[in-house]
């Protein structure tokens, strides 16, 4: 017997937004020139100090508009989640597009996987100043099967904010949490998989994903002390549902400090032309995070394969001249 579905399941798309009358109208376009018959668009005006709420304005009846006081991304996109009637929730920042079949996509992969307790993440293409590589995705091409993930959610977030589940599961785990103004997907994956929700990853991109100097993901010194904050809040709350496994290696990961940390080290020795530091650095990175297959294979190469530094260095170089800021892959 076949899986049984809706056949139009409402799709409502939270769009957070602030600062953001420059791009509002790429993101707020292609959520609304999505294949799938049945879509909601709600942009959420988190207070910004331009016109972004007279962008969203001018898609009239198009387009649900909250606007609300600065309370940072999840503030928003929960009141957007508040504010939207769909079944199923998506998710697009205001700065990136989702390319249209995107929806429909994601649900198909939520239908072909079981449906039920699961929630969809989509890879992208990013998106620079000097246009798209159809070559590169911003996801990686590995992804932890449903027994490892929620191992390998504390070890690193791996899955994107081009997102969709059911609105009963999101009700369920209580939204993001408000008091986050960064990180706060990871935070919600991280409670989604130690809910026994299963991430489904679609490695087809559904969307493009704005890299630029001056995005939040880029402020490496207050992501890693956000993450650190993290972790240890996390533990602390799910102490007792923790298996083993995930007990040690938070408890080894807190006493080894962020990889993110050891990866910027292993980065800046390796400009520098010290490879065998480099390559130490990076072997310890890896270790706390196994599943990021591309440090895998700068912890397995550099300072031990001939000319793979070299190779890294002119890869590293190439992709900060492009992004204008230092490669995260």
Known sequence: MGIQRPS????SIVIPAYAAAATLGGAVTGALTQTHPDIEVVVVDDGSPDDTAAVARAYGDRIRLVEKSNGGCA?????????????????CDSDDELLPPAIETMLAAYHAAGAGRRAVTGNAYPLTS??????????????????????????????????????SLFDEIGG?????????????????????VEIVYVKQPVALYRWSAGSMSSNSERMIEA?????????????????PEEREYLARRLAAGSPWTLRGRADAALRTGNDAEAGRLYRSASALMPGDRRLRLRAASVGRVPA??????????????????????
């Open 8 to 11: 139009r399941p409402r799709v």
């Open 75 to 91: 503030s928003a996109r929960n009141a957007g989640a508040a504010a939207a009637t769909g079944e199923f929730l998506a998710f």
């Open 130 to 167: 000097e246009g798209i590589n159809p070559r590169r995705t911003t996801v990686m091409s590995e992804y932890p099967p449903a027994h490892r993930q929620r191992l390998e959610i504390l070890q690193r977030n791996f899955a994107s904010v081009f997102s969709l589940l059911p609105r």
């Open 176 to 196: 993001f949490d408000d008091s986050l103004r960064v990180i706060e997907d990871w935070d919600l994956w991280m409670r989604l998989a130690h809910a026994d």
């Open 227 to 243: 993450e650190n904050a993290l972790l240890v809040r996390f533990e602390e709350n799910h102490r007792d549902r923790l298996r």
């Open 308 to 329: 793979a530094a070299r190779l890294w260095r002119s890869r590293d170089a190439k992709i900060q001249a492009t992004v204008g800021r230092k490669g995260d892959s």
